[in-house]
């Protein structure tokens, strides 16, 4: 297939970019930078089956050429006002994205009669009511909270691939994110691993928002990519979580990421309101992507962080 992804220059669309290569199909990347880093795309850039395209996906979208496949991945993606590629900064972008940019890149798979896979995320339950969150949960977001340009746009990009789906027959795929890490995130995007692993191997306390008894369920990024590739290559319409079911404090996180980097510095209690409507827990049923996709996450959380470290190091001239 000939597959645009948009986000390419992001963490999990450079992994999928990469994942998609690998397994031969041509992947057009396209980005703006605007959380993105240009480093994610060097390992994309030496295989003659990818190309790049550099445009805000807000903006009407041209890709010459036929095309088979497309992923939107693009959105900011970190709740914290603390980093600025935190989407509380970037709101009328965050919501430009998840709004204008489904719509143009659903008209790409309209045009060109492709398959669709949209990037949505857990946050789309909000601070969820019904746990563990399978699909069929509606959520519990304020409309007008600091969280509510990530999540009512991407609340919005759903319907709008459903109504292509619906109105206009276009095959589209939703992938419902839960918390995924792994090397190549942006280490200063202020989210709760890079913000982490830096400080652990600093050896300086970690810095937990609150009394860290809210809950997260972390994916390594490889399982996450393997997961979206079968829901790409499945007839899937509805929407699909893939996520970890392991579900862990805050707290808990906090003492595995010491424990695995021999961080002597314990944590440090910030106030609970830095991230607004933080949810207080999330964790995915996947029985769908269990039955649908044959899919499970193979790599446990120690793994994972370990898997994770190196890449932090050599980012931070530890290596
Ligand atoms: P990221 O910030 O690393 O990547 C997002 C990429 O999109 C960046 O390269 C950014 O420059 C690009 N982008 C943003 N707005 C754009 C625009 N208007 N035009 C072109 N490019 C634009 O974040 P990520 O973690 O890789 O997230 C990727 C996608 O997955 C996002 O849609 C996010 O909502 C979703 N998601 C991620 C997670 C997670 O845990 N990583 C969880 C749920 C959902
Ligand atoms: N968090 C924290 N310390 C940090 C960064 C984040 O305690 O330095 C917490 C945050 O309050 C949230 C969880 O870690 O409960 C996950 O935050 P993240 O920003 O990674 O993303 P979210 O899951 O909230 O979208």
């Not at 790409?108 to 009511?129: M, N, Q, W």
């Not at 928002?209 to 994916?219: I, P």
């Not at 910030?270 to 991230?275: D, F, G, M, V, Y």
Request: proline content about 7%.
């Amino acid at each position: 297939m000939r597959i645009l992804i948009t986000g390419a220059a992001g963490f999990l669309g450079s992994h999928l970019s990469a994942k998609l290569l690998d397994e031969g199909h041509q992947v057009i990347g396209m980005d703006n930078f605007v959380t993105g880093n240009p480093e994610n795309l060097a390992r994309l850039t030496s295989n003659p089956n990818f190309s790049f395209i550099r445009h805000d996906v807000s903006n009407f979208i041209f890709v010459p050429g036929k095309i088979d496949a497309v992923m939107h991945f693009a959105s900011p993606a970190s709740p914290n006002p603390a980093s600025p590629y935190g989407y509380t900064n970037l709101p009328i972008q965050t919501m430009k994205a998840g709004a204008l940019g489904t719509h143009n890149t659903l008209g790409v798979a309209r045009s060109h009669k492709a398959r669709f896979l949209l990037a949505s995320t857990s946050e789309i339950y909000g601070d969820p009511l019904e746990h563990p969150q399978r699909e069929t949960y509606w959520g519990h977001v304020d409309p007008i909270g600091v969280r509510s340009v990530y999540d009512e746009a991407k609340r919005f990009a759903e319907a709008l691939t459903m109504a292509y789906h619906r109105y206009h027959g276009i095959d589209t795929r939703i992938v419902r994110i839960f918390n995924t890490y792994g090397p190549h995130m942006r280490l200063d995007d202020g989210r709760v691993v890079p913000n982490f692993m830096q400080q652990a191997l600093r050896k300086e306390p970690l810095t937990i928002y609150g009394d860290g008894q809210q809950t997260r369920s972390f994916c390594f990024v490889s399982d996450l990519v393997d997961g979206i590739v079968r829901l790409l290559y499945s007839d899937e319409h509805d929407p699909v979580n893939i996520g970890n079911p392991a579900e862990t404090t805050i707290l808990r996180f906090a003492e595995t990421i010491n424990r695995l980097t021999n961080n002597p510095s314990g944590i440090i209690a910030q106030p609970a309101s830095r991230l607004g409507d933080d949810p207080q827990r999330r964790q995915p049923d996947i029985t769908r992507a269990r039955e649908i996709l044959k899919w499970e996450p193979k790599v446990s959380l120690d793994e994972g962080i370990l898997n994770t470290i190196p890449y932090f190091k050599e980012k931070m001239g530890l290596a």
